[in-house]
């Protein structure tokens, strides 16, 4: 009896190890967000933010197709929103969903980030990310261990400002030969920002060995390449969110 027991046992461990691999396997790794921590442009005195819509889009696909999304910010806490239209359905559906508006107001910092959780990380733009993204070495650090993973990185508007001093371990900038995309020169001398913000995000990707692509003024324009994906301006914002699903699809 003892040895059928132990027999039991044993096949009962094993399976259950066996269902709790093949588990582990199926979980979907979490995605990323990073949202600006800073509220205002320049010397101007006007607010800014995280961009609402270049949250809720891209959170709207990647949510609905199962995906957990955790938020990181570089100082932390709540973070200050910018684009604040709630006439617009996904925002709202974001702004109430007690879940996601509790996570994106107490938003990591980056050292309470475990890059390994991460399938992806996606910096959303608006604004303030050009004065608080770009030097946060903690962030770029996060992003380089999910690229050097096998993740993706992904940005979107002003979000790739994020993406300038990323560095691999081969010493080369993470941008450095690949297509990329973001806030144009054109679309930042439009709403007459090109000598308020701290540099031109466009001319800083190129200095990084960027191979700058862009459409006009607010086009959709969204590219992919070796699992970076940047879009353009906030029209861009769902369909990099379906350009990461894409990818991670594969």
């Given at each position: 009896?003892k040895?059928?027991?132990?027999l039991?046992?044993?096949?009962?461990?094993?399976?259950?190890?066996?269902?709790?691999?093949?588990?582990?396997?199926?979980?979907?790794?979490?995605?990323?967000?990073?949202?600006?921590?800073?509220?205002?442009?320049?010397?101007?005195?006007?607010?800014?933010?995280?961009?609402?819509?270049?949250?809720s889009?891209p959170?709207?696909?990647l949510h609905?197709?199962?995906?957990?999304?955790?938020?990181?910010?570089?100082?932390?806490?709540?973070?200050?929103?910018?684009?604040?239209?709630?006439?617009?359905?996904v925002?709202?559906?974001?702004?109430?969903?007690k879940?996601?508006?509790?996570?994106?107001?107490?938003s990591?910092?980056?050292?309470?980030?475990?890059?390994?959780?991460?399938?992806?990380?996606?910096?959303?733009?608006?604004?303030?990310?050009m004065?608080?993204?770009?030097?946060?070495?903690?962030?770029?650090?996060?992003a380089?261990?999910?690229?050097?993973?096998?993740?993706?990185?992904?940005?979107?508007?002003?979000?790739?400002?994020?993406?300038?001093?990323?560095?691999?371990?081969?010493?080369?900038?993470?941008?450095?030969?690949?297509?990329?995309?973001?806030?144009?020169?054109?679309?930042?001398?439009?709403?007459?920002?090109?000598?308020?913000?701290?540099?031109?995000?466009?001319?800083?990707?190129?200095?990084?060995?960027?191979?700058?692509?862009?459409?006009?003024?607010?086009?959709?324009?969204?590219?992919?390449?070796?699992?970076?994906?940047?879009?353009?301006n906030?029209?861009?914002?769902k369909?990099?969110?379906?350009?990461?699903?894409?990818?991670?699809?594969?």
């Open positions: 009896m040895k059928l027991a132990f039991m046992l044993a096949i009962f461990t094993i399976g259950f190890a066996q269902a709790q691999t093949k588990k582990s396997k199926n979980m979907k790794k979490k995605i990323l967000f990073v949202v600006t921590s800073h509220d205002k442009k320049g010397s101007t005195g006007e607010d800014t933010g995280y961009y609402l819509g270049e949250v889009h959170w709207e696909v609905k197709a199962g995906y957990e999304i955790d938020f990181v910010s570089p100082k932390g806490g709540t973070p200050p929103v910018d684009g604040f239209d709630l006439k617009d359905p925002n709202k559906e974001f702004w109430e969903n879940e996601y508006k509790n996570k994106i107001d107490h990591m910092t980056p050292s309470q980030v475990n890059p390994k959780e991460y399938s992806t990380i996606f910096y959303a733009g608006g604004h303030g990310a004065w608080d993204f770009a030097d946060n070495k903690e962030l770029a650090d996060i380089s261990k999910i690229y050097e993973n096998g993740g993706i990185v992904a940005g979107v508007c002003h979000g790739p400002a994020g993406l300038v001093n990323i560095k691999l371990n081969n010493g080369k900038y993470l941008v450095d030969g690949k297509k990329i995309n973001a806030f144009t020169n054109e679309e930042e001398a439009e709403v007459k920002l090109t000598d308020v913000v701290p540099f031109l995000l466009e001319n800083k990707l190129k200095e990084r060995g960027a191979q700058f692509e862009k459409s006009g003024l607010w086009q959709n324009h969204v590219v992919t390449d070796q699992r970076v994906i940047t879009g353009q906030p029209q861009s914002a369909s990099v969110g379906e350009a990461i699903l894409k990818e991670l699809n594969k």
